[in-house]
């Protein structure tokens, strides 16, 4: 199996990917975080299944303060591109007064495919904020922006 | 030494624990029995804080009153619970989590220090390779939760671990590390309160035991 495609963007006020899975890149998973401190981030993630390629892409976002990000997730299965399993999945936690907008999306002009999406929010229920205080662990967020710079 | 003077515990307005009353010493291990339902979680959490419990009574530890403290005080002093239900906490290396928690007892240890013997007690416990890599029990089976919560408690040796049925869904060639964690805890003066209804573990380390029904000892 193909090494994973990890990237960290911290800040940016920018992103524009165009993802080819088992094609040119030659990934089949891709773990891609934004951290956002302040302004505001456009985000634009296009992937472009191959034929018969396997993928699985990871998106986590996590803003602060009066940070905002906007990101739109699409993938496109061309008519001849049979055979494809994609999976991808967006993941975001915005603390402060911080914002995050994000949609996947999903073109398929091809029946014999295999695809799935999920767009979730990652925020502590009482249970989860009892189980760290009870490790005497008050700082979730900030333990939760070091693992992502880590990737 | 721990005492617990006429505790009472509700939850939502419904009555728990009615009137508990405990003195343990310090190298004391405690079995706490009963029925389903009969307290015994909630004596449990009770003593660690959960703050969604309303309590009356007193808790002292080491001639410390800890009633009022919160429930991070009472861990940062000490105090650790072996959860039964642990979560997944998704974003959250498991790595960093465990370097924050042995920080509050070892603050001027080095980071790499903490990594290598979180990394030990993983191999210790048998948990998959990858696991100090992964989501905190992203992916985790039953027994590799209760796996991480015994490897936690082994990390910070606490002066008060509660145990809330650690052995169940661990498989038997794990149940030792139960009984040798608590045999540490014990041996450095620690006190433990133990749930379980594994009879082999129970025959293991006690020293007392209080058998509950309808939130009162018997």
């Keep these: 199996m193909a090494k994973p495609y990890n990237k960290v963007y911290t800040n940016e006020t920018g992103i524009s990917l165009n993802l080819h899975p088992q094609d040119v890149d030659n990934h089949e998973e891709y773990n891609i975080t934004i951290i956002q401190e302040e302004g505001h981030c456009p985000v634009s993630i296009n992937i472009h299944p191959e034929k018969d390629s396997l993928s699985k892409v990871n998106?986590?976002?996590?803003?602060?303060?009066?940070?905002?990000?906007?990101?739109?997730?699409?993938?496109?299965?061309?008519?001849?591109?049979?055979?494809?399993?994609?999976?991808?999945?967006?993941?975001?936690?915005?603390f402060d007064k911080s914002r995050i907008q994000a949609r996947p999306e999903m073109f398929v002009l091809n029946n014999d495919i295999k695809a799935a999406h999920g767009n979730a929010l990652g925020t502590l229920s009482q249970e989860d904020r009892y189980y760290l205080h009870s490790k005497g662990i008050t700082n979730y967020k900030d333990i939760l922006k070091e693992s992502l710079y880590e990737g | 030494?721990?005492?617990?003077?006429?505790?009472?515990?509700?939850?939502?307005?419904?009555?728990?624990?009615?009137?508990?009353?405990?003195?343990?010493?310090?190298?004391?291990?405690?079995?706490?029995?009963?029925?389903?339902?009969?307290?015994?979680?909630t004596l449990l959490h009770t003593i660690m804080g959960r703050p969604d419990i309303d309590v009356d009574g007193n808790i002292e530890h080491n001639g410390v009153d800890v009633t009022d403290l919160e429930c991070y005080e009472r861990s940062r002093n000490g105090f650790f619970i072996a959860h039964q239900s642990p979560p997944t906490l998704d974003?959250?290396?498991?790595?960093?989590?465990?370097?924050?928690?042995?920080?509050?007892?070892?603050?001027?240890?080095?980071?790499?220090?903490?990594?290598?013997?979180?990394?030990?007690?993983?191999?210790?416990?048998?948990?998959?390779?990858?696991?100090?890599?992964?989501?905190?029990?992203?992916?985790?089976?039953?027994?590799?939760r209760k796996k991480n919560e015994l490897a936690q408690a082994m990390?910070?040796?606490?002066?008060?671990?509660?145990?809330?049925?650690?052995?169940?869904?661990?498989?038997?060639?794990?149940?030792?590390?139960?009984?040798?964690?608590?045999?540490?805890?014990?041996?450095?003066?620690?006190?433990?309160?133990?749930?379980t209804h594994?009879?082999?573990?129970?025959?293991?380390?006690?020293?007392?035991?209080?058998?509950?029904?309808?939130g009162q000892t018997l």
């Design chain 1, 59 to 94: 998106v986590r976002i996590f803003a602060e303060n009066n940070a905002s990000v906007d990101c739109i997730l699409s993938c496109y299965v061309a008519k001849d591109a049979s055979g494809v399993d994609t999976d991808m999945q967006i993941r975001s936690w915005p």
């Design chain 2, 1 to 41: 030494m721990l005492k617990i003077k006429n505790l009472k515990a509700s939850i939502n307005g419904k009555e728990i624990l009615d009137g508990i009353n405990l003195e343990a010493n310090a190298g004391e291990c405690i079995l706490v029995t009963g029925h389903n339902g009969s307290g015994k979680s």
């Design chain 2, 91 to 144: 974003g959250v290396n498991t790595l960093s989590l465990f370097s924050e928690f042995a920080k509050f007892d070892a603050p001027d240890a080095r980071k790499i220090e903490i990594i290598r013997k979180s990394k030990s007690v993983f191999n210790e416990m048998s948990l998959p390779e990858d696991w100090s890599q992964r989501d905190f029990n992203h992916g985790a089976s039953g027994g590799e």
């Design chain 2, 155 to 195: 990390l910070k040796t606490p002066s008060l671990l509660l145990l809330d049925e650690p052995d169940s869904g661990l498989e038997q060639s794990s149940r030792s590390k139960v009984t040798d964690l608590i045999k540490e805890v014990c041996d450095n003066g620690g006190i433990v309160l133990l749930v």
């Design chain 2, 198 to 214: 594994d009879q082999q573990l129970q025959d293991s380390y006690l020293t007392k035991k209080i058998e509950l029904s309808n």
